[in-house]
């Protein structure tokens, strides 16, 4: 059983950043995030393998950057350049196996979620 919980979530201005957090107590395979806006279904923001390797969604087009604070047992999400449509739930993931990183269902790990909105 993996345990992640997210922080870091808030309100910021379009053009802003944050920084999520995961708590993890295990690192998997891969690690991952994920958001949800009302009415849409949920989509993959990122994801980093045990080896290293990161993902990126379509969407993220270098504004954001996955990494690991292994001192802290952390992943993290660092967002910059933030826009009104990056407003969503953040979900952390994590997956004891491969697989296509976006694939919803290979996630047997999931953290509650922070809200992120950006308004002006």
């Known amino acids: 059983q993996v345990h992640l919980v997210e922080s870091g979530g808030g309100s910021v201005q379009p053009g802003g950043s944050l920084t999520l957090s995961c708590a993890v107590s295990?690192?998997?395979?891969?690690m991952g995030w994920f958001r949800q806006a009302p009415g849409k279904e949920r989509e993959g923001v990122a994801s980093?393998?045990?080896?290293?390797?990161?993902y990126y969604g379509e969407f993220v087009r270098g504004r954001f950057t996955i990494s690991k604070d292994n001192s802290k047992n952390t992943l993290v999400l660092r967002m910059n350049s933030l826009k009104p449509e990056d407003t969503a739930m953040y979900y952390c993931?994590?997956?004891?196996?491969?697989?296509?990183?976006?694939?919803?269902?290979?996630?047997?790990?999931w953290g509650q979620g922070t809200q992120v909105t950006v308004s002006s």
């Open positions: 993931a994590a997956k004891p196996y491969g697989g296509a990183w976006e694939t919803l269902a290979f996630y047997e790990w």
């Open positions: 295990a690192y998997t395979r891969c």
């Open positions: 980093m393998s045990s080896g290293g390797s990161t």
